[in-house]
């Protein structure tokens, strides 16, 4: 079983929830507190021991290559203040010289098609896929957890919760097998059913560990869902050859691709800070005695 090194992150996406903000600012550098989403799952992966990244980015985003480059003029001058505080921030910001690479992804052809560009990088390894939206809050990272599950069962791994049964439209869902534990066998997947011929309501969420005879089916770019190519769509012909289970991490999602789901993040995450939670615990606190 070959250890996963590689992490994938399609950050392509036009943001257009979130306009118009993500005119020029990318959605995935939108801050929860003072970082911005994109660094939560960068530090994800540093946790779960990644250590090649690979960012499928499009035209408009090189504000995420700039953040993490060294930013010089600002490291000389917080250097020259004695500002070491406000220097030791940026340290998660600059990983190691070339553990970085950029592909652009020229077309918008779905979530597939952006794990497909990084195909020649990803090579003959296994390699996790982080969405950023999806801001896991949790005390051991999600990727770390699903590393760990894959070091025991191997194949595919995929992060998996429970949804509004309303909502599996919006979700690829599980046709689950035997649980053991946090770990449910998937014996099929179906991208975005509606509720009435959902197999359950457990959904597929933006973590995944996967092999990479995927990258193989998404070459044939098939279109799903919405006329893209879907990852779902790949996974699902890898069920019955590979094994392949869902894992629930012990933690909390934040759908921050959701304005309200994003709000919520900021709040959830502020509270917990010495800095700032208190003033936003006391200004809750005014709504609800008001």
């Known amino acids: 079983m070959k250890p996963v090194r590689t992490a994938v992150f399609p950050v392509g996406g036009m943001g257009t929830r979130f306009l118009p903000a993500t005119k020029v600012v990318p959605k995935e550098m939108l801050p929860v507190v003072d970082r911005p989403l994109l660094q939560y799952a960068v530090d994800e992966a540093l946790e779960a021991g990644i250590e090649h990244f690979v960012f499928i980015t499009a035209r408009g985003k090189g504000a995420l290559?700039?953040?993490?480059?060294?930013?010089?003029?600002?490291?000389?001058s917080l250097t020259a203040s004695g500002k070491t505080a406000m220097l030791a921030t940026l340290d998660g910001t600059q990983l190691v010289p070339g553990a970085i690479a950029y592909i652009r992804q020229q077309a918008p052809l779905g979530l597939g098609h952006a794990v497909w560009c990084a195909r020649n990088i990803v090579g003959n390894e296994p390699f996790a896929v982080l969405l950023a939206d999806d801001l896991m809050h949790s005390k051991v990272s999600c990727l770390k957890q699903m590393v760990d599950a894959y070091a025991k069962?191997?194949?595919?791994?995929?992060?998996?919760?429970?949804?509004?049964?309303?909502?599996?439209?919006?979700?690829?869902?599980?046709?689950?097998?035997?649980?053991?534990?946090?770990?449910?066998?998937?014996?099929?997947?179906?991208?975005?059913?509606?509720?009435?011929?959902?197999?359950?309501?457990?959904?597929v969420i933006g973590r995944y560990i996967l092999q990479p005879e995927v990258m193989t089916i998404l070459g044939e770019h098939r279109k799903g869902a919405g006329g893209e190519i879907q990852l779902t769509d790949a996974m699902a012909q890898l069920i019955g050859k590979q094994p392949f289970h869902g894992y629930t991490f012990d933690g909390v999602r934040h759908d921050c691709g959701d304005k309200a789901g994003h709000i919520i993040a900021n709040i959830a995450l502020a509270l917990e800070r010495d800095d700032v939670g208190p003033a936003v615990r006391a200004y809750i606190d005014g709504l609800a005695n008001g």
């Open 153 to 203: 069962v191997g194949g595919n791994v995929i992060a998996v919760e429970e949804v509004p049964h309303e909502r599996t439209g919006s979700y690829g869902i599980v046709t689950p097998g035997k649980r053991d534990g946090r770990m449910t066998e998937v014996l099929g997947l179906v991208e975005k059913p509606k509720p009435d011929v959902a197999p359950s309501n457990l959904a």
């Open 65 to 76: 290559e700039d953040y993490f480059d060294i930013a010089g003029e600002l490291v000389n």
